[in-house]
């Protein structure tokens, strides 16, 4: 017996052996087959689970599965889904193949002709599936059930040969409509042919948008031709009897929230110039229709109260297709009207001057119904049609007394041009008055919006200083909205304010100032400091730039503004903001040195409620591992444990979602070695109602069911491990970084190491890498397998000497690592993108390690950069010097040693490490010219260099064929200097703009 066990055991070792032989390295072929988890959502109930399986690129899969397991379906395609709110069905879309959209797209087909989506329902539990094709978009009622409406996309052209409509659909359609209000008759309908009996068996209905249109894209103003916008059939479906009613020529719907009424407005007839639009509110349980508006050019910003009973919207009605200037009003609709009236324009929004309503502003009822939100915005000058294109003058003129940069009004200007300013109608007066404007572009509702007091924000006057510091003071105040009077509260704060700050009735304004690295609260009264007497910082402990830390945050407030939650390193703080009850610490771990952060699973929560669950995810800062707890918040503001989930110490933990009815939630988790697979925690509730005799059993301690298995396609290839390492940096300071080794290391053989970096990367110790194109980073998981060690150092910084630091965590970092005994010291590359990127560069001016460089988007001279321009936002870069990444902490007038010091440019003669460049002309972070003086400057000085240009790419490519581009010649270059392989033709003879677009230079070179 004793021999067979033996056997067996060594036939067991030889078999996994014969497996590991059998694993290949991962190649370029890989990437786009490779699975991940996409969309996540669990059933109200805590019994369903549906999430997506998503390739990197090709066709995906949905699965639908009980949450016990048994039960699973797979339906390929499927993405975009709901779960109705009775957890009765699942609602999706289905997208075409891959390969045929692809296809038409390489035919250039337009937009219209592209193959369309799908709409599918699944009651859950049951197989059969509804499906119907050609759907634009769908949406289901957000806290209602029984309903989903689809709008369907608009017809193929004809192209000669007609499909005939069955008889059935015309007769079907006229007899559902004539079941509602005459007004409904205004919906345009296709020719019909002689009417027949209707069988009794035959019902109507049919509608859903989960992101509903805005309007403003889909109508035409021309009100006098044909060529209106044209919209398409609108289906409300009824669940689960599918009786269907179909409205036609739709441009835009909308469900209450209740699911009671629906919103939609119908286009004009486009054969028809005298036929109008229609602003139209369907009751849908009395299949009643009310017409809210008829005839305009445009209507838009729809709004609705939850229970549908109100309607607003903006409208401009009355200009002609050629006017230089239009004027939009808000109208007004509320339950038992005729139809929608004028509520307001240009010439009562208060005692503002020269404003008017904006067309792009949202609207919006507070809670209760009684205000209405909407944007102003200042009355445009008409544009100047005296003078002809060829007579125009283009200029740009910069002011230094100018808020902004040029660069950054132009980059603005589109946002600038649309801007609204908050005002408010109020149904209780009916007045209207101005709360945002000019000088306080920034107004934080309270209690819903039927707060008493909105707090406004304004950095006005005080914006050209960003320049240099990267951020602006701010003044506060209290504004009455029933008056409109504003009372300054806090005068040039250099600190943070956020909605979040705001208690949520309105009660108090809540503020971190900087400066006193404390948290200050206002009653209306007077401000206190409220953090005063907690004896730990609550600021970023380890902020290693040349600015003042910034504040952990705001976890949440208690119901009735009585205690806010203030977090910590560790945990969160109780607080009193009037300051009776000392403040106190109720989670977090700081002498473990665990993490505690809330997770908010209901996205409508305002306020933690006594009784009430909230979710903690833990992260332990020395083993980079995660955890999930369930507590119940008292009414002491304590917490006791409902659920545990404990992992090992090397799991991450994703996205969150808990189910609406239950204790159950459904979560990722993951390492390096073990891709993110769904998990679900179930049995809490039977826990909670029927709690163990035991007193020693304090919680539930849940060990959670794995869902999705998606670890295979990595089975086959050779994979690796990650650990951390820890090592004395040379300024005496302990540091920590990821080693990677592959699958099959060899501790008496030494590897070819790439060390990568950033700033500090070892947090994601169990962040799984997949096999993917990257914006020009390495691809970690992809060059272990292929047998090389993979070493991202963490780097801490002080002022003024950015490189110097790196050099002394990175340098350090390898050559205790060398002294390991598992690294080739004569095979070892370096490579690093945008801030990492500018320290491989310093890194090979300052030391000879390297026998490979690879720096993606650098800054090669601090002098000249710090003058540039930012291009995607326009902001000048003078503040990343002095105040942020460049950690200068001096203008270039007050240190420019110390430019000169860190800028490699000046400190190239040393140079000896081949370097490769990705420098790109529509970077808009770094600019190009810096790669091109790096790149100018070794060509003179006689270096090894290559610079890559990706044509119209930005600081991070993403094209997905420039990513997997760089990614072979990545490769490439590090195999041909670490590996000793043969180098490819871009690296040894160039590609000469002749043959641009036709030879790579990717072969080989014999």
């Not at 759907?135 to 709008?151: D, I």
Request: charged share 25%; with cysteine.
């Amino acid at each position: 017996m004793q021999a067979m066990r033996l056997y067996s055991f060594l036939s067991f070792i030889l078999f996994t052996l014969y497996l590991s032989a059998q694993k290949k390295p991962l190649d370029h072929s890989v990437y786009d087959s490779w699975q991940s988890i996409g969309e996540r959502i669990i059933s109200n109930d805590g019994k369903w689970v549906v999430y997506t399986i998503n390739p990197q690129e090709g066709d995906n899969e949905l699965v639908i599965q009980s949450s016990d397991a048994p039960y699973k379906k797979t339906i390929a395609r499927g993405y975009n889904v709901k779960i109705t709110e009775d957890s009765r069905f699942v609602i999706f879309k289905i997208k075409p193949f891959y390969k045929d959209t692809r296809e038409a797209k390489i035919k250039k087909k337009k937009q219209d002709d592209l193959p369309k989506d799908s709409l599918a329902i699944v009651e859950l539990g049951k197989d059969s599936i509804w499906k119907q094709p050609g759907v634009r978009s769908y949406g289901t009622p957000e806290k209602s059930f029984g309903w989903v409406v689809y709008q369907l996309e608009k017809p193929l052209a004809d192209t000669g040969s007609k499909i005939k409509r069955p008889e059935s659909d015309y007769i079907r359609e006229i007899d559902s409509l004539k079941q509602v209000i005459d007004s409904l008759q205004v919906i345009n309908m296709a020719p019909l042919p002689a009417k027949k009996q209707k069988n009794k068996a035959e019902k109507d209905f049919t509608i859903i948008d989960e992101s509903p249109f805005n309007s403003q894209d889909l109508v035409n103003e021309d009100t006098t031709t044909g060529g209106a916008e044209a919209g398409t059939d609108l289906i409300l479906k009824k669940l689960p009897a599918g009786e269907e009613e179909t409205f036609k020529n739709i441009l835009y719907y909308n469900f209450s929230k209740t699911g009671t009424k629906l919103l939609m407005e119908v286009g004009r007839n486009s054969k028809d110039s005298l036929s109008k639009n229609y602003v139209l509110l369907y009751d849908i349980h009395k299949r009643k229709v009310d017409t809210l508006s008829r005839g305009g050019n445009e209507f838009k910003n729809f709004a609705m109260t939850d229970d549908g009973m109100q309607v607003a919207y903006v409208a401009e009605r009355d200009s002609s297709a050629k006017a230089l200037q239009k004027f939009y009003r808000v109208w007004y609709f509320k339950d038992g009207m005729d139809s929608a009236v004028f509520l307001c324009d240009k010439n009562n929004i208060g005692a503002e001057q020269g404003m008017t309503v904006s067309e792009n502003g949202s609207l919006s009822f507070s809670k209760t119904g009684k205000r209405l939100f909407f944007g102003t915005t200042s009355i445009q000058p008409p544009r100047d049609t005296t003078l002809i294109d060829i007579d125009k003058v283009s200029v740009d003129i910069w002011n230094y007394k100018d808020d902004y940069l040029q660069t950054v009004q132009l980059n603005r200007l589109q946002t600038d041009l649309r801007k609204a300013y908050l005002a408010v109608y109020d149904f209780t007066d009916s007045l209207v008055r101005q709360l945002e404007s000019e000088e306080v572009p920034t107004v934080f509702q309270t209690n819903e919006g039927d707060g008493e007091t909105f707090v406004g924000v304004t950095d006005y006057g005080k914006r050209i200083e960003s320049q240099w510091t990267g951020t602006t003071q701010k003044d506060i105040y209290a504004i009455k909205v029933a008056t409109g009077e504003k009372k300054l509260v806090k005068k040039d704060l250099k600190g943070i304010i956020t909605q979040q700050y705001v208690s949520p009735t309105g009660k108090f304004i809540l503020w971190y100032d900087s400066k006193a690295k404390n948290f200050f609260a206002y009653d209306g009264d007077q401000t206190r400091n409220i953090t005063a007497k907690i004896n730990v910082p609550l600021y970023d402990e380890e902020n290693d730039v040349p600015d003042d830390p910034v504040p952990y945050g705001v976890m949440k407030w208690q119901e009735g503004d009585s205690a806010v939650f203030i977090y910590d390193r560790y945990g969160a703080w109780k607080v009193d903001p009037i300051m009776k009850a000392n403040p106190f610490l109720f989670s977090g771990d700081r002498k473990n040195k665990i993490e505690y952060r809330y997770i908010q699973v209901d996205a409508e929560e305002r306020f933690l409620k006594e009784k009430h669950p909230i979710l903690f995810r833990t992260f332990n800062e020395t083993t980079k591992s995660s955890g999930l707890w369930e507590d119940v918040f008292s009414s002491e503001g304590s917490f006791s444990r409902l659920i545990a989930i404990s992992f090992d110490s090397s799991v991450s933990i994703g996205p969150v979602v808990k189910s609406k009815d239950s204790h159950s939630f459904v979560f990722s988790r993951e390492n390096y070695m073990s891709p993110p697979n769904l998990f679900i925690s179930r049995g809490a509730d039977d826990f909670v109602k029927n709690p163990p005799e035991s007193s020693s059993i304090e919680y539930f301690v849940s060990n959670p069911v794995q869902l999705s298995f998606i670890d295979s396609q990595q089975s086959k290839y050779s994979w690796g491990t990650a650990e951390l390492f820890k090592w004395k940096a040379y300024n005496g300071k302990e540091s920590t970084g990821i080693v990677y080794k592959p699958e099959d290391f060899d501790p008496k053989k030494k590897y070819p190491m790439i060390c990568h970096f950033y700033e500090r990367l070892s947090d994601g110790l169990n962040q799984y890498i997949p096999p993917s194109p990257t914006p020009s980073r390495v691809n970690v998981s992809f060059f272990v397998s292929r047998g090389y060690v993979v070493f991202a150092p963490d780097i801490h910084y002080g002022t003024g000497h950015p490189g110097r630091d790196a050099y002394n965590y990175v340098v350090s970092g390898i050559k205790a690592l060398i002294k390991k005994g598992i690294i080739d010291s004569t095979r070892m590359g370096i490579q690093g993108q945008s801030w990492g990127g500018y320290q491989v560069v310093y890194l090979i001016t300052a030391t000879n390690l390297f026998k490979a460089a690879w720096a993606g988007a650098p800054v090669a001279n601090m002098t000249s950069a710090y003058g540039g321009i930012r291009w995607e936002s326009g902001l000048n870069r003078q503040f990343q010097y002095e105040k942020s990444q460049g950690r200068i902490g001096a203008s270039l007038w007050e240190k420019p040693q110390l430019y000169i010091e860190n800028s490699p440019l000046f400190h190239l003669q040393k140079v000896k490490t081949p370097l490769v460049i990705m420098s790109n002309d529509a970077d808009g972070a770094v600019p190009w010219y810096q790669g091109i003086e790096l790149f100018t400057a070794m060509r003179r000085l006689g270096k090894q260099v290559w610079l890559l240009d990706y044509n119209g790419e930005a600081h991070n490519l993403v094209e997905r064929r420039n990513r997997k581009d760089i990614q072979i010649r990545e490769q490439q270059y590090f195999d041909w200097l670490l590996k000793g392989e043969k180098p490819p033709k871009w690296i040894t003879e160039g590609v000469p703009a002749v043959k641009k677009g036709k030879d790579w230079g990717l072969e080989i070179v014999d």
